[in-house]
């Protein structure tokens, strides 16, 4: 190759820091693969509303977490808690009591989702605003 050193793509967690940058963040275990994964994990009708129900009291039954959403049937809430539960976000405490006792609360897991979907709901919240204005350089016709 004529003295020309040749470009792999990296695959780690180096996000570039300009958008000219080489895609580093692309490819098999990279951040957008690692990010697709944790928006799988999210991926459900109710599984946000439980998640955020969690973040304000820290432990629920199930009847109080199906109480606190209204339109969700018990067969979905207990498949969307299972898929929580799977992913090590939502923690399933089965107290063998009469009557049966279950209730459920974050893992650390969880928990670290917190300031994530806070930054998410912020974003969601200012975005309306800023979607109206282009980016630098930028149309806002598509």
């Not at 998640?51 to 969307?80: D, M, N, T, Y």
């Not at 928990?111 to 994530?116: D, G, H, K, T």
Request: with cysteine.
């Amino acid at each position: 190759m004529s003295g020309s050193r040749e470009t792999t793509a990296r695959t780690h967690l180096e996000v570039p820091a300009h958008p000219s940058s080489e895609s580093s963040c692309l490819g098999p275990g990279g951040s957008a693969d690692l990010v697709r994964s944790v928006v799988a994990m999210l991926d459900g009708r109710w599984k946000l509303d439980i998640l955020f129900r969690l973040f304000e009291r820290p432990v629920l039954r199930f009847a109080e977490l199906q109480r606190s959403l209204s339109g969700v049937s018990h067969k979905v809430l207990i498949q969307q808690l299972r898929g929580l539960e799977t992913d090590g976000l939502v923690l399933r405490t089965d107290h063998a009591e009469v009557p049966p006792h279950v209730d459920y609360r974050l893992t650390r897991g969880g928990e670290a989702l917190r300031p994530v979907l806070l930054a998410l709901r912020d974003f969601a919240t200012s975005h309306s605003e800023a979607a109206e204005v282009p980016v630098s350089g930028g149309s806002a016709e598509i």
